[in-house]
């Protein structure tokens, strides 16, 4: 499953991405991590050893001897090895003569010297001309964050590297604020940075240097360490540090040492990350809060949605002067109009998009939608706007499905519908450098790239004229390559080839398209309500 995209703007990433090497005070917090969980399970152990003999205990089960059977099959097992011949006295190492001690270990011809060929170099260098896109994936109960590589010019999407997570994530935000090691190796100097802060069910805050591999923790952490505070607290409102899942997030881009979070504790925190702490939380909602934003052009006002169906905007120097908007059912994402700040979207869970006048208030009550769009049949899960194009909306829903909408002049009409084959929608997002570039991800745990600019639907409504008389094949979506079934692939074609006297023939059953579920003919307005 996919939970979460970002896009990387061109040239922000480090061309060489540096090795993590951890500190002997590093080391020491590992082995302190690693006491703690044994620590934990040994106690959840002994519990369990006081539950088990509670049941030995029961009237019942005497009858049975239970407390011997352990002993009895330990005592079988002695005697099967002695049996065996002493098997079990062999020296493993029986068959080595003699150990050399070698004081350098250079010198050693049997240890594995880690050292970079340039062909590895190579493979991890990240060339300008790269889009970057962040994924965050649980597959199997293991969490993690992808840093994806996508090249435009032979549409080619892998994975560069990635990071673990410790719990499943709900929200990614990018930001270039320099935190932790760097910062400190600056002096404090919170310069331009390449850094991704991640929000999950846990109610702490990982910010990760996305220049460095293999990293074994995060840069920085925004959130209280105290496990049994956090027990103990666990979705009750704190003023420091949240109590529950981190559900939204967002970097101020204009003052920059500022990020907003939205959590299930109902709170939203504003962090100072140059002092990593929390300078201010807000209490205005009585649900989980599932969105936060900042203002794209005024610095110190943001908007929030929770799941007590309200929309909240607010500056957050005067948190109590706050302007409401209700809505029909749960807040699933918001959204600033960057192209007419004055106004913002609002998904729900309903499948309906409202589009709202922030200027229309009324003693702290907004108006009613400027309109209201019935996108889709289940909920809104993902939404964006086109930075450049005005009036572009993409929605994507749990209807497996993605739409694209022509929301100019306040009448929305729907341009294409489209399966893209990721399961349910849970993460649609443009790429900010490439003209109609679309990352579509969901509960298929698959992401796929939309280059939206060779649709005919699309063309012939934001392309314009020239863009629209012109005819152009539409390209498939693409995935992430696979390098097992590349390389089964080159291994397939390359015997069928050689069966066929060396002449290179297509492999067998990739006759299929990623356009079969394509809905591109359907022609429906969207059911629209104008006030």
Known sequence: MISAVAWIRKGVAAEKPTKYEMTEEEYARLQAVADEEIGSAKRELKKKSKLDASILEDPALKDFNLEDYSSA???????????????????????????????????????????????????????????????????????????CVFESESDNLFVHHDFMLPAFPLC?????????????????????????????????????????????????????NDRKQLRRLRGKPHAEFHTDAIMGLSWNRLARNLLASSSADTTVKLWDLAAAKCVQSYTHHTGKVQAVQWHPSEASVMLTGAYDRRVAAFDSRAPTAVSWWNTDADVESIMWDIHSPSHFYVATESGAVRYYDVRNVSQGAGADPVYTLVAHAEAVSAMDQHPHVRGLLVTGSADETVKVWDVRDGRPSMVVSRNPDVGGVFAARFCPDEPMLLAVAGSGGETRIWDMNTNPH????????????????????????????????????????????????DAIGQG?????????????????ESD
């Open 458 to 505: 699309v063309r012939s409504v934001f392309g314009g004229a020239a863009a629209a008389a012109s005819a152009v094949q539409e390209k498939p979506l693409v995935g992430v390559v696979d390098e097992e079934e590349a390389d089964a692939d080159d291994t397939r074609e390359a015997v069928l080839a050689e069966m066929h006297g060396g002449e290179a023939v």
């Open 172 to 224: 990614v935000e990018w930001m270039d604020f320099r935190v932790g090691r760097k910062a400190a190796a600056a002096g404090g100097d919170n310069g331009a940075g390449n850094y991704v802060a991640v929000g999950t069910f846990e109610p702490r805050i990982e910010i990760w240097d996305l220049d460095t591999t293999d990293n074994a923790y995060p840069d920085l952490v925004l959130g209280s």
């Open 73 to 147: 099959s330990e005592a079988g097992d002695s005697d099967s090895e002695a049996e065996e011949g002493g098997a079990a006295n062999v020296n493993v190492f029986s068959n080595i003569k003699g150990l050399s001690y070698y004081a350098d270990g250079s010198e050693d011809p049997y240890l594995q010297q880690d050292e970079e060929t340039d062909e590895e170099a190579e493979e991890m260098r990240i060339f300008n001309s790269d889009n970057l896109l962040l994924v965050a994936k649980t597959e199997d109960d293991i969490s993690s964050l992808e840093v």
């Open 512 to 528: 299929s398209s990623d356009d079969d579920d394509d809905d591109d003919d359907e022609d429906e307005d969207a059911a629209m």
